[in-house]
């Protein structure tokens, strides 16, 4: 039997929503050594002028001697219940970013047709998840300790994109974070946004990449939307981008100059943006075929 217990934010969600879910014990040891499992789920802002007050949040606490497929089966179904109930759709993903978890939370996404996305786009949840350890487990006498979801990946070696996706050429761009966040009113093929941080200057600029293509900006923008574009990274003078669970992709090789001017405004992102960039797909200056939105914290 699983608990009637769970907690959810309540407002009315626009459709085609997507939920992002972990399922696993935390990090934090209760001083009587056990660790605390739970189900926590939450769904992902669908453009840059979206709250976190607009989501849908879920937890239920899971039982030691529980954890398997049937209970994460049956409490999945709650939380779509009590997702409808509040006037939430159905979401049409599930991402989760536990490599050891995938297969479990696989069979329980396809029971209810919902399509499983094993993603490290884990955005929302990740700030959820940290407070959660700031405020929750503390409160019931968890020892909090930070959890990254970057961090439990290795750095495998990166692929070189494909001849047919690398575009004619590239550039380094910057926009404003206030234009950025404001990009769900534009008219782009492919778009994955997220939410402006209201704790930074508008004004602040934002690093990202654009590819530019003229014949087939619209075909790349399509194979980059599937592969969840998760941050862009610089390591031994590659640009790379990190993508879905742990798939690493070399965009470029750098010199050390430019290498060392790249590196020093994803950090600067990270002080003053929350670890916000971007990658664009163009075919001109005057349109995106495709915009992505990233953090790396």
Request: aromatic share 10%.
């Amino acid at each position: 039997m699983i608990p009637p217990y769970h907690k959810t934010t309540i407002k009315t969600a626009p459709p085609n929503i997507d939920w992002e879910l972990d399922f696993y014990s935390r990090s934090s040891i209760h001083i009587n050594g056990k660790k605390k499992w739970e189900l926590i789920i939450c769904s992902t802002p669908l453009s840059s002028d979206s709250s976190s007050k607009s989501c849908f949040r879920w937890e239920m606490p899971c039982p030691t001697n529980s954890v398997n497929s049937l209970w994460l089966k049956a409490a999945l179904g709650q939380a779509l219940t009590s997702a409808r109930r509040q006037g939430f759709v159905s979401p049409r993903r599930i991402r989760s970013w536990r490599s050891s978890m995938r297969t479990m939370v696989q069979r329980a996404a396809e029971y209810f047709d919902v399509e499983f996305v094993p993603s490290r786009r884990c955005y929302a949840l990740t700030e959820w998840m940290e407070e959660r350890e700031k405020y929750v487990y503390s409160a019931l006498n968890y020892s909090a300790k930070n959890e990254s979801i970057g961090s439990v990946y290795n750095e495998l070696p990166a692929i070189p994109l494909p001849t047919a996706v690398r575009g004619d050429s590239w550039s380094w761009a910057s926009l404003p974070i206030d234009v950025l966040c404001n990009a769900y009113k534009w008219d782009i093929s492919f778009a994955s946004l997220l939410p402006s941080p209201t704790t930074v200057n508008k004004n602040t600029l934002v690093p990202g990449i654009c590819l530019l293509s003229n014949e087939r900006a619209l075909a790349i923008a399509a194979w980059i939307e599937g592969l969840e574009p998760v941050r862009l990274k610089i390591f031994n003078n590659k640009l790379i981008l990190e993508a879905g669970l742990e798939d690493r992709w070399l965009l470029t090789d750098l010199s050390d100059e430019e290498a060392g001017i790249a590196e020093a405004a994803f950090n600067e992102s990270s002080v003053n943006a929350f670890g916000l960039q971007f990658l664009a797909v163009q075919k001109d200056i005057s349109h995106f075929d495709g915009l992505w939105m990233m953090r790396d914290r």
